[in-house]
DNA sequence: TCACGTCAAGCAGAT
DNA sequence: ATCTGCTTGACGTGA
């Protein structure tokens, strides 16, 4: 079991995600933008290790405009040693990897260009893991999409355009319930004709329920994860109080939080916190976390 | 140096 | 029809 957080730390003083207006794209821009992007990355992932957090979600605007036909830079080529440095250092230390390209991103959208745009946006993404070298346990996570007003077509275009990913897209590629459309158990039927592995996102499952319990929907979900992906991934938040539903909480709950975890023995898995105040909670879950049998860096 | 309008992309739900 | 949230502020013009 390994805790995580999202994309930014507010304790180092560097930023991760540093990008800039589409009309003043340059090369120059660009390549300044991802050193700094990934000089940074590196901070984070040092503190983290530091401070026994061994799962982090890395920007989707790590490299900006990689997929957009503005960005005719090879910045593979170009930051080739530098990723590999960062996996290496990724690899060295157990660290889980996850990324989570856009709402914007929709393999089931009923325009093909859309698809077509969300295919690049995956494949970029998946470059980036490549880049690093990392194994398939390092995953991007997407939602189903859209309903398009008919759920059961838009599943069924899921399910095909699945099919027609690249398979550099297709063997990182997770899918996640959503808040409002696709519930878990609407993923696990995806899954169960595609293979596709479920990451189970509690809070989301909370607000758009299929009736699952916290344990059977990980009983469920953990099952859609081979040898080859690695644990199952959870995404963990709790309801921002005096807040409207879905809404994600400043800071966690810690009580809750143990709750969270005493009634998902005896499975272990990884928990990434989306929780507003980052690394802050993420520390707090980590001491949480000291002394259940599942947390010992690795798993 | 700072205020503030706006930023690649799409959907769903609320207003 | 228009706005907001999503996983998240911050870029960049104009004063």
């Not at 879905?246 to 809750?256: Q, R, Y």
């Amino acid at each position: 079991m390994r805790i995580g957080y999202p994309c930014l730390n507010r304790t180092l003083g560097c930023k991760a995600g540093k990008t800039f207006r589409l009309k003043s794209y340059s090369d120059s821009r660009l390549i300044e933008s991802v050193e700094n992007n990934l000089d940074c990355l590196l901070k984070m992932l040092r503190f983290n290790v530091k401070n026994n957090i061994f799962f982090f979600r890395i920007s989707s605007v790590l490299v900006p405009f990689a997929s957009h036909p503005v960005c005719k830079f090879n910045w593979q080529e170009h930051f080739k040693s530098t990723f590999i440095e960062i996996g290496k250092f990724i690899k060295k230390h157990g660290i889980r990897i996850s990324m989570h390209p856009d709402q914007f991103t929709l393999i089931n959208s009923l325009d093909e260009d859309i698809f077509k745009r969300s295919h690049k946006e995956l494949f970029y993404h998946a470059q980036v893991l490549d880049l690093m070298e990392l194994d398939n346990k390092a995953k991007m996570q997407i939602h189903v999409g859209g309903v398009y007003g008919n759920k059961k077509e838009s599943i069924d275009r899921f399910i095909y355009r699945f099919g027609k990913l690249d398979s550099a897209v297709k063997r990182r590629l997770v899918i996640e319930n959503d808040d409002v459309s696709y519930t878990l158990r609407n993923c696990m039927s995806i899954s169960n004709k595609i293979g596709v592995p479920v990451l189970f996102d509690v809070f989301h499952h909370s607000v758009n329920c299929s009736g699952e319990s916290v344990s059977g929907a990980i009983k469920l979900s953990r099952r859609t994860w081979k040898e080859k992906d690695g644990i199952l991934m959870v995404d963990y938040s709790l309801q921002k109080k005096n807040a409207k539903p879905g809404s994600h909480a400043e800071s966690i709950d810690i009580k809750s939080f143990k709750t969270f975890l005493k009634a998902s023995r005896p499975y272990d898995f990884d928990i990434m916190l989306e929780i507003k105040d980052k690394e802050k909670s993420a520390l707090k879950a980590v001491k949480a976390l000291k002394g259940d049998k599942r947390f010992g860096g690795t798993a």
